[in-house]
């Protein structure tokens, strides 16, 4: 919402109120009916959502400043995704009782929420178009380029799993660990205890498009 204007800002924060969840604990589920928009103050949260062959399949990692579930809201339609903490989690809730009500006065809001529904927009196709990056080396480095653009109050590091950052970028694990460490021998990037950062955006850019 920093993007937003002051007036409106002020006309949305009262509607909200704080939630907090454990690592683990699930924001909603793939299927709900809709119940308001979360915005990301604090911690990490993981979105996911089922494949066609009966997977379910980790899409991405939203640090704080991530707002969510406006699709499904204003579509009036069930969720898309599952949303669910990957650390202790503070989100500010707008409930769509509250939602309604505000844009019975003020319809022009429906922009910035289209706004933000575009900004969601990219992300997903900006992921999509990296995992069709054939090779794999290239593949991971443009995750982690895209990952480092989201983070906020992390001091560079990309807190996710070796096992997640193979998940999502749907290659064997024991391939993503050869590829972290290539990337980590070149001084790309440095590696640490579930967590790692991109050392030169430049030199990682580079690489991606050679």
């Known amino acids: 919402m920093s993007k937003r204007s002051e007036s409106v800002r002020r006309l949305l924060l009262p509607l909200g109120r704080a ?19 979360y915005g990301l103050l604090r911690g990490r949260v993981c979105l996911s959502t089922p494949n066609d062959a009966g997977s379910v399949f980790d899409c991405h990692i939203a640090y704080p400043g991530f707002w969510i579930g406006d699709l499904a809201l204003f579509a009036r339609s069930p969720r898309l995704i599952t949303i ?33 529904n575009h900004q969601n927009t990219a992300v997903a196709l900006r992921l999509l178009a990296n995992m069709s990056i054939p090779d794999t080396t290239r593949r991971v480095a443009a995750w982690l380029l895209f990952s480092d653009e989201s983070l906020s109050d992390t001091d560079g590091w990309i807190l996710c799993s070796q096992e997640q950052i193979a998940m999502m970028n749907a290659i064997s694990l024991p391939t ?10 070149q001084g790309l990037i440095e590696l640490g ?6 050392g030169d955006r430049g030199r990682m850019s580079e690489f991606c498009a050679t």
Do not use: C, N
């Open 19 to 37: 939630r907090s969840y454990e690592s683990g604990q699930t924001l909603y589920r793939v299927g709900d009916m809709p119940d308001g928009i």
């Open 84 to 116: 669910t903490a990957r650390s202790p989690v503070d989100v500010w809730f707008l409930p769509q009782a509250a939602l309604t009500d505000l844009l019975r006065p003020h319809p022009d809001l429906l922009a910035d929420f289209y706004a933000l």
């Open 176 to 185: 993503a660990r050869r590829i972290l460490k290539k990337l980590a021998d």
């Open 193 to 198: 205890y579930g967590r790692l950062r991109v």
